[in-house]
């Protein structure tokens, strides 16, 4: 039985007849089937909340060929381009594929490899200054792996928009090794290739050659920096912690926070660059939202924060001033880096379990998917069961059926959890 994450293996075509099949089914009824891959079912499920045309959604291109040029020449990842293609671009001509790099947002900076392939993904707009991120294009592997911070491998209809169902595609995000910052992607398309196991060594080899690469720039740098400046250093400010976790009583510091304010924070600290007013108040309010009924609530906020001493909220768009420590983007970075115990210690509960604010739910939706995934992917047998045992999960089938798999055959717990599957079933028919 292959393991959640495996890219699947098989006739193509059976394949895309039965993914072809699910996507009718998610579209129909607006729930994605469970037989698809964890990473692929709960990106098809954010492409249709997105409301993503399977059959008409293209990328955009939002900048001027004179706009993108300069963007590109000033990207972090245009110095370490002779990297990427004395690893990857130099010798795939001829290969049937094509290597792509794009920024932090989804956006294509480089299109390199296969001249022929290259020609046939214009057809598809995979051109640089293109925006392949998940919430333009839906499943794709450059976008859902920026998406979920981790290498993704997607093959053939696994994609959501059907323009893509000829191609399969391999990628992993890169990072910022002083800050940790999410820098952009690297992504191998073309045929079945692109997924082989191989190629998904291959591209987080590059990935590992780049990072090494920026951190002896960024090495270099400081060091030149430091000849420059006196040897005072300013004291860094330290954040202040956003508790939104399994409480009912959200904290920023020490201070208390009504509900909407909590609300309001977390989505601006989980959205560092801005949200625009209208996109707010939609990701705040149900049904139809007022940007005026906004204002008012941020206009309380900025003065609890005065009063509070904490960082000043900004507008056009809506940001915050420096960066929160929030506790819910501890624990998704933690899962990330394959952290499962410290994300799991630090995990106490959903975000703002009480809050019903779209763009919380969604947040909220998609932590508790990406622990889950992360979990049943790379867990051991006892942190899996701690995990299973949380009161959240005491009914997902699944996730037990996935512990009995994993549990040694003579652990004194498969019993328990036997039972505890039998119980399920019983509560069911």
Known sequence: MPKPNE???GDPGALRDRLLRAQEDALATGVVPLSLRPVVRESWERAIRGAI??????PRIELD???FRAYRASHALAPVMPVIRRLLVDGTEDAGLVVAVGDAQGRLLFVEGDAHLR???????FVAGADWSEASIGTSAPGTALQLDRAVQIRGAEHYNRIVHPWSCTAAPVHDPATGALLGVIDITGTDLAVAPHTLSLVSAT??????????ANLESSVHATIRRSRMRPVPTPRTPLTVLGVQR???GAHELSPRHAEILTLLAWHPNGIGAERLAALVYEGDASPVTLRAEVTRLRRVLDAAGEPALESRPYRLARELDVDAARVAKLAGQGSLRKALEQYPGPILPSSVAPGIVDLRDE???RLRESMLADAPPELLAEFAERDEHRYDAELWRALLEVLPPRSPRRASVVAHLERMDAALR
Do not use: F, N, W
Request: charged share 40%; hydrophobic share 45%; net charge negative.
């Open 7 to 9: 890219v699947p293996q």
């Open 53 to 58: 045309d399977p059959d008409r959604a293209l």
């Open 65 to 67: 060929e004179d706009e």
């Open 119 to 125: 020609r046939r993904a214009e057809d598809m707009l």
């Open 207 to 216: 990935v590992a050659a780049v990072e090494a690469e920026l951190r002896i």
């Open 250 to 252: 959200p904290r920023l």
């Open 367 to 369: 932590l508790a998917s």
